[in-house]
Every structure is written in structure tokens, then in C-alpha cells.
């Protein structure tokens, strides 16, 4: 088996509910309760859950955005620890993210430029940074002039697009998309399934997607690990488990989507 | 019988044509799925038919409800329609529920206002409405307030509110994205179940081809504020007609899932 260039091993973190009672007990969530995950080199990650499944959670923790109670991150091999921004250059600049709104993820009062341009400063990334932002503009399917426009003036998929041209900048390994799909309408939502793919091809991205949509795992994901309660209660290739889940629960999120009638001739 | 029809409706906003001559029949009883991306102009539609379209839009064409026109007529004589013929379940429960008033008054107040029940009598109806969509403790389910609610049981009190005064039309708007997908499923069921039970026509609006062909057997495809394709489902998703519905199926196709992809289409 080769190397993971991400690894989590036996996350597990709690949350602190709000007090019921002035001198009662604080009762406690456990949003997650360990889980093991590996992304390997070059490959594709699906995250499937519902609400209040620990998706979310586990975003902010392999982001290292947040600290888990217990069990670690490592990427290649090293430790990832939540910290100060400056301990932390080295892996912002591997792995970066797209969520799931770019109208509240872009800053509406600057330029795509500045936007674009914003980790290969702060990330003090060597090298040209505006021949930089024109490369990853284009390489989104944007017009390197739009870099002089603001984000209201984009339409929900180019906003997007803006979002995924900041999250290529420093030229990442990992790509994490947190519901990166899920604001948009259909016929946008597969424009930007097709770049995503598209993409990791391209620049040997590997992607941990995290959605609710299975559809979307399906066709973007090698793997696919199922959530439920803050357990991965499925992990595997995606085809397998799709195809023939072994966990009830699995089965019923399953059973539970909504299917189209065939099509014609395939 | 005919319960509505509407006659080349056209919907203006600020100068901009939103709905353009839209022509829809529904029989006593039916169900229409009325599928759009964003800005096709199903949703104002729906509230052309309910009369509650925002201020600045202008109207034109037929709404007719049981053959008497909707359209023009002054909002006192529309309220009290809406509720008793004609109710709504709207695409986010949080927003659709007085967040300042408990379950119970809020699920009896449309059989307080069009049946005039006492505030006891209501009380029961509540329980009753509670305990009809299936909400779990349907007697302290009625003193809770919304945010106490899971958004699944939200929903349930947004159709159980809707359905209180057994309308004759029900629309539904993206009642299920909202939603998680068992929940979205459960919610359809229950749905598809209780317009069976009362007799109501569904109006049921999604941009999901998948959910529409769930719970419609007939369906009218929206772009730009005009129906491009109507007739069954079944026919119009084996082999749509028109280039704006091909494009949309396609797209739902290359993000959905399927049980039986082919194999050089899955994700390598």
C-alpha cells in the first residue's frame, strides 16, 4: 500500500451544548467519535453523510482549523497541529478548500485579482503572483480580465469557479470541497462537477469531497466513506459500496434517493 | 373536472417579464410537476396562484380556480380562500413558521380563522393535525416552539398547517430541498399519502427531475418564464423534445446516481 499524503487517525471531538439549566450539568455532543481516514496520492475521497453527521466537524479538523479531543492528522507523514498561522504555512499551502456558498466565502468588496492573489500572499508563495492568478483564472474557464471585476458581478457557478481559482493558487496537492456543488442550480452544478474533474487530472489533484449528494460522490469519488452520529459506518471503493452497502444504514440513505427513470438507450 | 386553469399568465417585475403567457390545467384531485432551474419563474407561478406575488409584480392573464377568476380580485376575498381551497407548503420550514408562536396555535389557526373553532376545540385539532403528519408526541409536540424542531418536523407542521382545512389545491414549492435525503424520502411519502387521503390536487414545484418523477405522473418543463415541454414524465425523461430539456436532463444524469452506471462513466 502507498504512502497517504492525508491520514486522520481516530478523530474524535465534543462540543459543549448550551446550558439547559443555570446550575444544571452542561451536557456534551460528540460530534465525532474516531474516525480513520486515508486519502492516498492522486485520489478521490467522498465524505457522505446527513445532517448532523460530524461532516462538517471533520472538515474543520483535517483543515486543522480546529483541534480534536483525541486522535491525530498527518500529512505524509507529518503531524498537523492547529496552531499558529505561521506553523501551518507549509500545509495551507498543500491542501486548501472550496465550501459551499462563494457568495458568503468571497470577500464582496475586492477584486478577483486581490481575491485570487490573497494565499499566495499570505502563504508567501514564491514567484510571479500575477501571472500566477492569470494561470489558475484560466485554468477555471475564467477571462484573466475578470480579475479587475467583483464577485456581485458574477453569476453563482463563475462565483464558484473565482472560489476554486483561490483554492489553486498556491498550487495545492489536496483539494478539500466542503458541499462545493450544492448551491448551484443543475445544469451549473455539472459544468462545475466536469471542471472539478477535470482539474485533479490536470494538475494531479488528489480530492476529499465532503456532500450530502451521493450522486456527486459517485461520479467524482474513487472512494467513499458513510457517516452517521460522528461513526464512518462504511468505508471503500466507491463502486463496491454504492453498488452492494453492507451497513443498514448505508442501505437506507441509499434506498432513500431519489432515482431517474432510465434513459432511453444506454 | 377542471379545478384550475391558468390562462396565459404573465408575471412582470420592474419592466422584466418573469412568467410569460403560462397555460396550466390541473383536475380536482391532480397532481402537476412543475420543474425550473432558478429564475424560470415556477416559483411565482405558484404565488400568482396563491395570490402572493410581492407588490412590485404585475399580473396579466386567467388564474381560475373551480371556474371563478383569482386574478384581480382584492386580498380580503383571497384570504379567504387561501387556507380553505388553496394552501402552500414553502421550500424552508424556519422561515414559513412564526417563530414566536408554539406548534399548537400555529397548526390550529387556519381551522380557528375559515372553521371558527373555539379555542379548545382548536386545541384538539392541533393534537389532531400533529398526530395526522405523523409528528413524534403529538401532544407535547403542540407546546413546543419551531426552533425546538428538527427540520424535517418543521416541514411536517408546514404541511400539516397547509392541509388543516382539507384545501382543494395544494401547492408545494421545493417542499423537500431543504431536507436530508431518508428525510426528504419520508417527507414525499407522507405527502403523496395524505393528498390520496383528502382528495387534493398538488401543485408540486422542484427544480429535481428525480423528486418531481417521484410524486407526478404529468409534468411542465419552465425556462425563462415559459413552459417548453409538458406531458408525462415517464415520456419526457426517456426522451425529451425540447434542446432546453435535454440539456437539463443531461445535467441531472452526469450529477445523479444511478444504480446501474455504465461502467467507462463511473469516476476513475
Known amino acids: 500500500m502507498t504512502e497517504p499524503l492525508l491520514e486522520a487517525s481516530g478523530l474524535t471531538r465534543s462540543y459543549r451544548l448550551p446550558r439547559e439549566r443555570l446550575f444544571g450539568a452542561t451536557a456534551h455532543r460528540r460530534a465525532l467519535r474516531g474516525v480513520d481516514l486515508r486519502l492516498e496520492e492522486g485520489g478521490s475521497l467522498g465524505v457522505v453523510g446527513e445532517s448532523g453527521s460530524g461532516k462538517s466537524t471533520l472538515v474543520r479538523l483535517l483543515l486543522a482549523l480546529d483541534r480534536p479531543d483525541a486522535g491525530e492528522i498527518r500529512y505524509r507523514g507529518r503531524e498537523v497541529r492547529p496552531g499558529p498561522p505561521r506553523g501551518l504555512v ?21 477584486t478577483v485579482r486581490d481575491i485570487v492573489a490573497e494565499p499566495l500572499e499570505c502563504l508567501r508563495v514564491p514567484g510571479d503572483h500575477d501571472a500566477r492568478v492569470d494561470e489558475v483564472l484560466t485554468a477555471v474557464g475564467l477571462d484573466p480580465d475578470a480579475g479587475t471585476r467583483y464577485p456581485h458581478e458574477f453569476s453563482g457557478g463563475q462565483r464558484q469557479r473565482i472560489a476554486i481559482a483561490r483554492a489553486l493558487a498556491s498550487g495545492p496537492k489536496v483539494l478539500v470541497g466542503d458541499e462545493p456543488l450544492s448551491a448551484l442550480d443543475v445544469v451549473v452544478r455539472a459544468q462545475i462537477l466536469e471542471l472539478l474533474r477535470d482539474l485533479a487530472d490536470r494538475f494531479g489533484l488528489s480530492l476529499l469531497l465532503v456532500s450530502h449528494d451521493i450522486g456527486v460522490v459517485r461520479h467524482l469519488c ?3 466513506l458513510v457517516m452517521k ?16 452497502p453492507s451497513h443498514p444504514y448505508t442501505r437506507r ?8 427513470p432510465a434513459a432511453q438507450e444506454t | 373536472m377542471t379545478l384550475l386553469e391558468v390562462a396565459g399568465l404573465t408575471v412582470r417585475i420592474g419592466g422584466r417579464t418573469v412568467v410569460d403567457g403560462v397555460d396550466l390545467d390541473l383536475d380536482t384531485g391532480g397532481r402537476l410537476g412543475l420543474i425550473g432551474a432558478s429564475g424560470s419563474g415556477k416559483s411565482l407561478t405558484a404565488l400568482a396562484v396563491i395570490g402572493l406575488l410581492p407588490d412590485a409584480a404585475e399580473a396579466a392573464g386567467s388564474i381560475r380556480l373551480d371556474g371563478e377568476e383569482l386574478l384581480g380580485r382584492s386580498d380580503r376575498a383571497l384570504s379567504r380562500l387561501r387556507g380553505d381551497r388553496l394552501a402552500m407548503v414553502f421550500q424552508e420550514p424556519l422561515t414559513a413558521l412564526n ?32 398526530a ?21 418536523q418543521r416541514q ?4 400539516a398547517m397547509a392541509l388543516a382545512c382539507r384545501p382543494a389545491l395544494l401547492i408545494a414549492d421545493e417542499p423537500t430541498t431543504a431536507l436530508d435525503v431518508t428525510v426528504q424520502a419520508d417527507m414525499l411519502r407522507l405527502i403523496d399519502d395524505l393528498v390520496v387521503q383528502q ?11 428525480a423528486v418531481v418523477s417521484q410524486i407526478c405522473r404529468d409534468g411542465a418543463v419552465l425556462n425563462h418564464g415559459r413552459v417548453v415541454e409538458r406531458g408525462p414524465l415517464d415520456a419526457i425523461l426517456r426522451a425529451p423534445s425540447g434542446p432546453y430539456t435535454r440539456e437539463l436532463l443531461a445535467a441531472a444524469r452526469a450529477t445523479s446516481w444511478d444504480a446501474t452506471p455504465d461502467p467507462d462513466e463511473v469516476a476513475t
Do not use: C, K, Y
Open chain 1, 222 to 224: 474513487r472512494d467513499v
Open chain 1, 229 to 244: 452520529d460522528g461513526e464512518a459506518v462504511e468505508q471503500g471503493p466507491a463502486e463496491d459500496v454504492l453498488r452492494s
Open chain 2, 99 to 130: 417563530p414566536l408562536m408554539r406548534i399548537g396555535r400555529q397548526l390550529s389557526e387556519p381551522a380557528r380563522l375559515h372553521d371558527g373553532l373555539s379555542r379548545r376545540r382548536a386545541a384538539a385539532r392541533a393534537v389532531e393535525l400533529a
Open chain 2, 199 to 209: 382528495g387534493t390536487a398538488l401543485l408540486f414545484i422542484s427544480h429535481d427531475l
Open chain 2, 132 to 152: 395526522m403528519v405523523g409528528l413524534p408526541d403529538p401532544e407535547r409536540v403542540v407546546n413546543s416552539w419551531p426552533h425546538q424542531l428538527s427540520g424535517g
Open chain 2, 156 to 159: 411536517r407542521v408546514g404541511l
Open chain 1, 253 to 260: 440513505l441509499l434506498a432513500a434517493v431519489p432515482r431517474l
Open chain 1, 90 to 110: 507549509w500545509f495551507r499551502r498543500e491542501v486548501q478548500v472550496v465550501l459551499q456558498d462563494p457568495t458568503a466565502s468571497l470577500d464582496p468588496r475586492a
